[in-house]
């Protein structure tokens, strides 16, 4: 029973989470771009920037029944304006309530249409955005430290390396050169000013951007997308700092 269950259940599950995925992305890079304070507009918007790139991410992947996806999601905040506009709930009810009831709202749709892949789209733009997730979720990410720098603890550099040593066996002793360069760095930066210090660090995650640059180019050591994640991540950490400190 479990070997056949799990087959079936597996790709259903993959589905939710990247749609998931797709919905906080657009939270994070649509849902700032307009925060209106009446209720109905704010639930509207709400949706409508969770449901362009859940779609957008169904179409690139070949997923049908995108109707029904969005119906899915924006029906439960128009069933509970309706206590709100009798004034039975509050504004925060509708939001929370909203984002709660279209979990089940969307399993539903999955379980009853089998959201089994089918053929991904041939349109320039959806393949062009698709193909580009990893750089997509390193901007959705990192959105905020452009409103608020942020100056990471240099032994998080220490961190990014490693992914590289640890996760990749290719080019083992330039990893570990590189890595000790970056010790160098931390041990350099506990001894500065604080400028010197956040310059350095600032220097050291530029410079990691270049090196996924290298790897992603190569396609060496780790998978692409990560690469393109994680460079397209440091180099905005690198920008902000310099911008919110200097």
Do not use: K
């Amino acid at each position: 029973m479990t070997t056949t269950v799990a087959p079936a259940v597996r790709p259903l599950v993959r589905h939710g989470a990247e749609m998931l995925v797709a919905m906080l992305v657009g939270m994070a890079l649509l849902g700032p771009l307009w925060t209106p304070e009446r209720v109905e507009l704010a639930a509207l918007w709400m949706s409508v920037s969770m449901c362009v790139p859940m779609a957008l991410w169904m179409r690139y992947r070949g997923h049908g029944r995108t109707v029904e996806m969005c119906a899915a999601m924006v029906v439960p905040y128009l069933v509970l304006l309706v206590p709100y506009w009798f004034g039975l709930i509050g504004g925060d009810a509708v939001e929370m309530g909203g984002h709660l009831l279209m979990v089940p709202a969307m399993a539903v749709v999955m379980i009853v249409w089998r959201h089994e892949h089918g053929t991904p789209s041939a349109n320039p733009v959806i393949r062009a955005l698709g193909d580009r997730w990893p750089l997509v979720i390193a901007l959705a990410v990192t959105l905020d430290f452009w409103q608020s720098a942020v100056v990471p603890p240099v032994w998080t550099l220490l961190l990014c390396q490693a992914a590289y040593l640890f996760w990749g066996r290719r080019a083992p002793g330039l990893q570990l050169a590189v890595m000790g360069a970056y010790v160098a760095l931390a041990a350099v930066v506990l001894v500065v000013s604080e400028d010197a210090g956040v310059l350095l660090i600032a220097f050291g995650w530029g410079a990691h951007a270049l090196w996924d640059l290298w790897h992603h180019v190569r396609d060496a050591v780790v998978p692409r997308w990560w690469s393109e994640f994680c460079g397209v991540f440091d180099l905005v950490i690198a920008v902000t700092i310099l911008i919110g400190w200097f």
